[in-house]
C-alpha cells in the first residue's frame, strides 16, 4: 500500500467507483478532490457523505486545478482516453489510472478477474457463488456488485472482479491470479473508436501476467484463443473435447468436464444447470476451470453449480401466464448478447420483444437468428422502425408494433407461438432509466397479466 499522507488525488466522475475510490483514499490520508462534469443534480446525499469525509467536490467541469496539481488522477470508466480532460492530463505527464488498477496496487489479496463482451456478470457471481458456498469469502465485485475498492477493508479470500474494456483501458500494472476472457464482439466501438483498441484493451487484462498465474480463455473464440500469454493457459471449450490440451474445461457428450493435474473429472450434464444457453455454457465452464485452478473438489464444483440460478435480467424466467412462459433478457443490450438469447431456445420458437435506443450496429445476423429460432418478433422504442426495415429485408414477416412493453406482453400471450423473450438487442434510455428498470417493468406487467388470468379460486 501506498503512503498517501500529503498526496493530493483528483477522482473525475461522481458515479459508483468515483465515489468508492474517493472514500478509499480520504480514509487513506489523502487530500481528494472530487471533480465532476454535470451540475450533480439528485447526488446531494452521496455529496454530503464524501464532504464529510474531508472530500472536496466540485461540479460542473473538470477545472485547471483538478488536473495540474494532482499528484494521481482516478478516473471513472466512463470518460474516454480521447476526451479534452485526459488528454490534458497527458500533456502534464500526470498518471491516470482507474478504480481497478488502484486497488490492484493496494491489496494482496489474489483477485480473480474476469472480462468479455457478453457473460461477465453471470460468471462472476457463479464464481463468487461456488468460492462462498465451499466456506471462502469470495465477493463480486468491480464493474458488478459493489466496487472493488469497497471490499479491501473486509479481507476477503480472493476478490472476485468483473472488469470492463473501460477500465482495461485505464490498467498499466495489473495482473490478477486468475484472468478470464469469456467472448469478443464488436461493442463499445463509439467509446475506444474501433474494434483494434477495444481488442487491445481487453488483452491488457493478460499483459503484465507471470508464469505463476492463469491466463482461462475460450478456445472457441479466435480472438481470445490468440492471446499471448506468459501465464498458464487454461482452455476452455464448448465445440471441442480439447484433446490435445494437457488441462482445460470442455463439453464431453453433453457433460460439462475438466482435465487437470492428469485427471479427468466429469461435473455434471448440461441439462442438470438452472441456467439455460450455449453462452452459459460457456460462463459455467469458465467458472469450472477458476474452481479446478483453486483446487475445488469435483463434488463441490457439480453441487454449486447445478445449483446456481440465473441473475436478474439474464435470461431470467418470469412465470407462465395462460400456458405461456415468459423470459426477462432486459441485459441484452447488444445484438450479440440477443442472439445468443435466441439460441438458448433450439427447440420451441419463441415470440422476441426487441427494439429500444438503436446502438446502429448491423442487424444482419441478429435478423438471422430471429429468423431461425423466433416465431414472430415484437418492435418497441426508438429502434423499431430500423430493425422492422432490416427484418423484411432479410425476409422475416412476422413483425408486429407495440407503443409500450405492457402493450408488447399483452401481444405475445395473445399470439400463444411459444415463449415470449424480451431480449432488446438496444439500449433502454428511449423509455426506461437503465435495463435493470426496463426488466423490472417487464417482471412487474408479466406478474400483473398473471394475477389477472388467474383462474378464481
Known sequence: MADWARKRVTVLGLGRSGASAAAYLSGQGASVLMSESSNG????????????????????????????????????????????????????????????????????????????????????????????????????????????????????????????????????????KIAVWLNLTPDHLDWHGDLNSYIEAKRKLFANQESDQYAVLNHDDPTVASVNARAEIFPFSVSTGLDNAVQGAFMKHEF?????????????????????????????????????????QPAEIESHLKDFKALEHRLEYVATVDGVPYFNDSKATNTASAIKALEAFPDKKVVLIAGGRDKGTALEEFVDSAKRYA??????????????????QYGFEQI??????????????????????????????????????????????????LKRLAPSA
Open 256 to 296: 460439462l468436464s475438466y482435465r487437470i493435474y492428469g485427471r479427468t473429472s466429469v461435473v455434471c450434464a448440461q441439462q442438470e444447470l438452472q441456467i439455460i444457453g450455449r453462452h452459459n455454457l460457456e460462463n459455467a465452464l469458465a467458472a469450472i476451470s477458476v474452481g479446478a485452478l483453486l483446487d475445488l
Open 41 to 176: 443534480a439528485g447526488s446531494e446525499q452521496k455529496v454530503k457523505e464524501l464532504e464529510a469525509l474531508g472530500v472536496q467536490v466540485e461540479f460542473g467541469g473538470h477545472s485547471d486545478q483538478a488536473i495540474s496539481q494532482a499528484d494521481l488522477i482516478i478516473v471513472s470508466p466512463g470518460i474516454r482516453p480521447t476526451s479534452d480532460v485526459i488528454q490534458k492530463a497527458n500533456a502534464l505527464r500526470k498518471e491516470v489510472i482507474c478504480d481497478v488498477e488502484l486497488a490492484y496496487r493496494e491489496t494482496s489479496i489474489p483477485i480473480i478477474a474476469i472480462t468479455g463482451t457478453n457473460g461477465k456478470s453471470t460468471t462472476c457471481a457463479l464464481v463468487s457463488h461456488m468460492l462462498t458456498k465451499t466456506g471462502r469469502v469470495a465477493p463480486a465485485c468491480g464493474n458488478f456488485g459493489v466496487p472493488i475498492l469497497d471490499q479491501l477493508a473486509k479481507k476477503p479470500d480472493f476478490l472476485i472482479a468483473e472488469v470492463s474494456s473501460y477500465q482495461l483501458t485505464y490498467c498499466s500494472a495489473f495482473s490478477p
Open 400 to 449: 408486429h408494433r407495440a407503443g409500450s412493453m405492457e402493450e408488447a406482453i399483452e401481444l405475445g400471450g395473445q399470439l400463444r407461438l411459444g415463449p415470449v423473450l424480451l431480449s432488446p438487442a438496444c439500449a433502454s434510455f428511449d423509455m426506461f432509466k437503465d435495463y435493470e428498470d426496463r426488466g423490472r417493468v417487464f417482471k412487474d406487467l408479466v406478474h400483473a397479466r
Open 375 to 392: 416465431a414472430a418478433t415484437i418492435l418497441i422504442g426508438e429502434a423499431a422502425d430500423r430493425f422492422e426495415q432490416a427484418f423484411r
